[in-house]
């Protein structure tokens, strides 16, 4: 993308309203609007990283076998008084009156409508086990939204729902949910810890939350300080495997973590003093197995083996999609903007024409640009007339992992400058060395 | 994807409820099911084919250059009344209020919200022309939901709006638009033709629909029968190019073709008696240039070149991606069940295992379904304990535009079937040559 051609309004100004370093960062990089309180418009720049969080969340759903599909954002109040929790959900709920004068909502989670789907349509253990997810918009009528898509009104969430004949089937396909909710974390360059949480409204005896550590999380969290050492890297997991995958769990979750709300001091004292840890941290997903609470409430049932009908064993989880950005943001940041993960970022790499308008510096970056381009990469190419300071700002606020800046100075030795957003640290090297650094980097093979 | 873990949940019955084919079958294929009167879950095999039309969407639209983002679904009442449409909007509007007794609305469409982001964020000529587009959900609280998804409450539409300094650069973002919806509808299978269309509430001095004939259109429309020979084909297009594209516009409007709402019974007799047609269409995209309306309204100005302020030229532009599906099946089907064009069908290429079980033919089909997956194409594999005419009515309801069928016997002589869902033509010949038609079928490099 040429930057004369793109909509990317920076803001100089840091916004008032904007309390917490993702809020702001998101504003002024020019990722968001807000269009009413908890509510935001994406900018294109916003909705690039979205649409890279989603992808990423799709991607490793199919990789564990579990099916995309889709429910309406507006649904009947039916289905949530037959399960009971119509008149539990509170005020956080949106409920809307339509023209012909029936209860519809706005829904927060959509537990009623997959169960609904199920029971319409599955009589039979044979169609079993079944995992159904969607990626979708929900909204919760927060009474004080905050801290921009951190705590939104409407905000973007990927929610899964498994159908299992028995209680074992059920925690199989919990683990299998754990292990995939950590291959996708670690692809968006998180570090999402299990702690094992509390139901609350949705309910559940099994239930973990992750948690990503940063100072400005909502939870606070006591963890042993092992569990920081755990990476889930690029084993193979077959998802059908019930040992691979409880394996994995105990795995990640047989150290001390918990959230405040199931913190237990003196359980948490049996940990080596020095390994103790109490932080702040952001909640980024959670997994729960609530056995046959809504499949009896609705009766969804299916035929067993020996011919009766039993109520299915269910569990739901949840990636807070849009949430994401922000924890993200709160996780890698400096002082001059974000900086983000290869596995999430908008643009691949930036390219900064140091004297626009220069024929030799113009053409360079052109070729850059289509090499980059050409190896399936998306650029992002500041082609303003524009000083230097400005062009840097801008990069560095947006936080593309890398940049190449290209000038008369550096052309005249043959060389362009290749620097990396984390490090800050530059290296000068010929234009199609930079390029095929850059291809390694994304794992694209060079021309 | 094997069919024994996908969620298929095809109907033997036909639903009494739906009227028109592309409703029966989108329920029968288990695509659909109705979550509440217009609102629609969107089961596995509609949401692959829903994300397939926004995918060319999205594809013809950063061809064209246009810029993607997205806007809330819910919005404040407030942007309407300033452009004066909340009261005009009638009950088609689904109105909210929040919990804090602030009037909210399900967005309808996007006018007042863009030219919002628009006149916040640019205030120079210099930053035009800009065109943003975004496929979001949207609400109409219609008074009679039917057809299916063809007259939903809650759709998927792709909505854009173009912001321009002078009515000629307006113009030409017109014909742009007009341009990437050809190549888009060609891309779908689909002839959509442009037709002289009614401004409506949106407004507009010029405004063509796209329709689709099918003889369930909900208009009627007459036309020169020159126009259906046209075809955009993969003629190369500079969308920068003034000249190229205003040369589209002509070929593709220059003929007669209105809608009933703009038919004039005197200019249609000055076409040759043997070309006048009249038949039913389907809407499926409008595009609109409306000068000033909004900017006016809403104070949307950029300082042009002199200094002076001036409000912005601007357009929309939008394409029903949902009622997309809708339209594509009335259009294509016959007796037995849809007929996928390749560009939007959810699998490229059935497999059917006649003898599940048999270790020669589940071995076969394996090694098919692993060469095309590795093509990169996504077969649907039949590996299911049926009879052979229940696999076979699944394949032709569902659709798919080709399928490769496998059994005992023509494993001895070496071959198998190779099977067109639009002709019923079946051709035997062995596995790998299948193979090899099916991915030059869908432009893949055979291995």
Redesign the interface.
Known sequence: MRLS???L?VLKETPAEAQIVSHRYMLRA?MI?Q??AG??????L???V?KNIENIVHEEQARA?H??????????A?LWKESGRYDDYG?EM?R?T??HD?D?L?GPTNEE?IT??FR???SSYK?LP?T?Y?VQ?K?R?E?RPRFGVMRG??FFMKDGYNFDLTKEDALHAYNRHLVSYLRTYERMGLQAIPMRADGGPIGGDYTHEFLVLAETGESEVFYDSQITDLKFGDREIDYDNVEQCQAVLEEFTSRYARTDETHDEAIFNEVPEERRRSARGIEVGQIFYFGTKYSEAMGATVQGPDGAKVPVHMGSHGIGVSRLLGAIIEASHDDKGIIWPEGVTPFHCGIVNLKQGDAEADEACEAIYKSLTALGLEPLYDDRNERAGGKFATMDLIGLPWRITVGPRGLKNGVVELTSRRTGESEELPPEQAIARIAQIYGKASA
Chains 1, 2 share one sequence.
């Open positions: 051609r793109y909509f309004p020019g609007k269009a009413s509510i935001y418009t994406w900018l294109p916003g909705f690039k979205l076998g099916i995309p599909m889709l429910m309406p954002t507006i649904q009947s039916e005020q949106l809307i339509d023209r029936r519809m706005y409508q609904d789907v319409s349509n599955v169609d079944l159904l969607q918009w909204f009528d009474i009104r409407e």
